[in-house]
């Protein structure tokens, strides 16, 4: 039997206005906010039309790519493609009256997309952080969704994007400046990096991922770039060196963990922190966490869903508690995956034992954070219900048996 093949659910073509790359649909709409610049650009650039696939895998994900010849042949006999999805995040071109920029920031909250759980307040301050061209730094918990957030709010403005993960960068200086080469014909030449282009693009946004898990030489490297009064990236140390000028409206948006939990990170520069503003992420409630489960895993049961919620608040409750007998909570990112597991036929004993268990240490046997995390997962597992999460009868008859 063939493979079948996944067909998009729409097709565009990219035309290039001024600095900016549009994706127009077939029939004529404009899918430009949904897809990121670099793809958009290099379907420009490379002459081939790009499609929107959705995911098969239960979570509702959509990924933009090439529309090979192959799938064009299919879809010539197949039928026709599917109306696109009206719950895509939508922008629209920022105004710069200020009478207009009042409207668009606090109307902004339509462009939130479902999937993103934040406040209409804080989604409107890190509209009006980004109209107004600050620094903005996502600050809160791992897996809260300060990236979701960011790259968010670079569709809602549909501007050109670049992306850096600069927790996992090695070498600052050759990510964020670019590398001296050589060449038998060309001998010794310099090759500037992507982040050089990409502070020399007008009105683009630049997500710096985990800048808080940086190398302290990137932070170095980003100090002019980042204050208001200089925007300039310094391509040596050495004083006279070339210089490069932040192109006008350039907006950086960053994002970090900070606080007791991430004792393992480096400690950020508060000279750093202070070129940005401040955008702290909440950790979801229970009810907005089921609501996002639900919106995420609309084909796994509810009642299961609401107790990975219900798992995940009693453990951050537990861990923020002045007696926690566990140091971290549940994130948020770790229950998508827990459910993405349930979503393909694993149990929740089963889903945890793999996306949970490993995040706990497990030294002191009974007594540790493992031990601790298993027994509120199991009640779950067991019945359900979280009524009498530890009976403390039960668990002292048995501490009296083993001694």
């Known amino acids: 039997m063939a493979k079948q093949i996944l067909l998009p659910d729409v097709v565009c073509k990219v035309e290039k206005s001024g600095n900016r790359y549009n994706a127009w649909s077939t029939d004529g709409v404009k899918y430009t906010s949904e897809i990121t610049h670099g793809c958009r650009k290099n379907a420009f650039n490379g002459n081939y039309l790009i499609g929107r696939f959705v995911s098969t895998n239960g979570n509702k994900g959509t990924s933009w790519r090439r529309v090979t010849d192959k799938v064009m042949a299919q879809m010539e006999n197949s039928p026709t493609i599917n109306t696109p999805n009206t719950e895509a995040s939508v922008s629209v071109d920022v105004p710069t009256d200020h009478a207009e920029v009042l409207n668009f920031i606090h109307s902004s909250y339509s462009l939130k997309p479902a999937g993103l759980m934040m406040s209409e307040l804080k989604w409107k301050y890190l509209i009006r952080s980004a109209v107004r061209g600050k620094n903005i730094m996502m600050t809160g918990p791992a897996g809260c969704g300060k990236t979701m957030a ?222 601790f995390v298993k027994q509120i997962v199991q009640k779950f597992c067991d019945d359900g219900s979280s009524d009498d999460l530890f009976n403390e009868d039960e668990m002292a008859e048995a501490e009296g048996d083993a001694s």
């Open 150 to 371: 960011a790259k968010s709010v670079v569709n809602s403005l549909d501007r050109p994007d670049f992306y850096f993960n600069l927790g996992a960068t090695q070498d600052p200086r050759s990510t964020l400046i670019g590398n001296t080469h050589f060449d038998s014909k060309k001998g010794t030449f310099f090759s500037k990096s992507l982040f050089v282009e990409a502070i020399q693009t007008p009105d683009a946004v630049i997500l710096l991922d985990e800048l808080s898990r940086a190398h302290p030489d990137a932070w170095n490297i980003l100090m002019t770039v980042l204050d208001y009064g200089q925007r300039y990236l310094r391509l040596d140390e050495a004083d006279g060196s070339d210089t490069i000028k932040v192109a006008d409206g350039v907006t950086f948006v960053a994002t970090a963990n900070i606080g007791n939990e991430y004792t393992s990170t480096r400690v950020m520069d508060k000279a750093l922190m202070d070129r940005f503003t401040i955008v702290e992420m909440d950790v979801l409630s229970e009810d907005d966490e089921t609501t996002l489960l639900n919106y995420m895993f609309p084909h796994v049961d509810s009642v299961v869903l609401g107790n990975v919620a219900k798992i995940a608040t009693l453990t951050r409750t537990e861990s923020n508690s002045d007696t926690a007998r566990i140091t971290s909570g549940v994130s948020t990112r770790t229950t998508v995956e827990l459910c993405g597991l349930l979503y393909d036929g694993f149990s929740l004993e089963e889903a945890a034992e793999v996306s949970i268990y490993p995040q706990y240490d497990n030294t002191g046997g009974v007594d540790s954070e493992r031990t």
